[in-house]
């Protein structure tokens, strides 16, 4: 059962998007045609390093990390790192990573999955990828998969914008971005209003979108992984510096995107000192529950 021991006075920074590419055995997350093509697309060296290296990884830098992988078996059809063992195996660097579950929308068990993680094995929230995963978040089938997910009170990153998974294969691998166009949740934002929404990654071709969205709903942030910062469009980094400063989150993509490189080059954005902190570190503080108390599923929830 996981359960945090971050000192939170202590961390530099908390990376909030950072995937779990192999699992026991060396099985990894993605088929191997589209591990390759994600490599190329990324000009990655193809490193998938084990929880226990990222938690290292991050020990070393004094910086805390969300960790998790992409459960897409009915779409990919290849099977999953298991989100339980993401979990297990982070309790064991507890004082570094913060694992988030994550569950195929069309598993008929879906709904007790995402009970099971959070309650029996301590996730402290999911991530979803739509264009992956192969499902629209606005579809009415699936409204009893976010409420559930907001009974649960855990926050949840959502894959927005272009994805390096897929690009450069003929058709993309068939994934259709469309789905991972952020308007599709402002449904699900609007109408789970308690449930925090995580956009992943600067929501291109959809940036303005994004922001509009933030700025609306007080239950969306932002995350800036996926893109090395001197990339981002200028609008995000307006907002990240002013009216959206209480919801954006640094995350990198790692291993995709390094955060030594990520750091570099935020160092170099337009960014007040004052702010700067919030980004880093305060704001995923508070959206994680790790300060004050963290927030617990509540058990009439199950």
Request: negative net charge.
């Amino acid at each position: 059962m996981y359960r945090p021991e971050i000192d939170v006075d202590a961390v530099t920074a908390v990376d909030t998007h950072v995937h779990v590419e192999v699992g026991d055995h060396g099985h990894c997350s993605l088929p191997p045609d589209l591990a390759a093509a994600a490599a190329k697309y990324f000009r990655t060296d193809g490193v998938t390093p084990d929880i226990a290296s990222i938690a290292q990884f991050y020990r070393e830098r004094s910086m805390a990390a969300v960790v998790f992988t992409v459960d897409a078996e009915h779409q990919l059809g290849h099977p999953p790192i298991p989100s339980e063992q993401v979990v297990e195996q982070a309790a064991d660097h507890a004082d570094v990573l913060v694992p988030f579950g994550s569950v195929d929308p069309h598993r008929p068990d879906a709904l007790d999955r995402l009970r099971s993680l959070a309650f029996d094995h301590g996730a402290r929230g999911f991530k979803l990828h739509p264009t992956v995963q192969g499902f629209d978040p606005s579809a009415p089938q699936h409204r009893p998969f976010w409420a559930a997910l907001a009974d649960l009170g855990l926050p949840v990153v959502v894959h927005t914008g272009q994805t390096g998974i897929g690009a450069g294969v003929r058709g993309g691998h068939g994934f259709k971005l469309r789905y991972s166009d952020p308007m599709l949740l402002d449904d699900v934002a609007a109408e789970f209003p308690d449930l925090t929404l995580i956009f992943a990654h600067p929501s291109v071709p959809w940036q303005d979108e994004a922001i509009s969205i933030a700025t609306h709903k007080a239950n969306v942030a932002i995350d800036l992984s996926g893109w090395r910062p001197k990339y981002f469009p200028p609008a995000l980094v307006r907002a990240a510096d002013t009216f959206l400063r209480h919801q954006v989150l640094f995350a990198s993509d790692f291993p995709l995107i390094h955060p030594d490189v990520w750091m570099k080059d935020f160092a170099n954005l337009p960014i007040r000192d004052e702010v700067r902190p919030l980004i880093l570190r305060d704001n995923a503080l508070r959206i994680l529950g790790l300060r004050p108390e963290p927030t617990e599923p509540t058990e009439e929830n199950r």
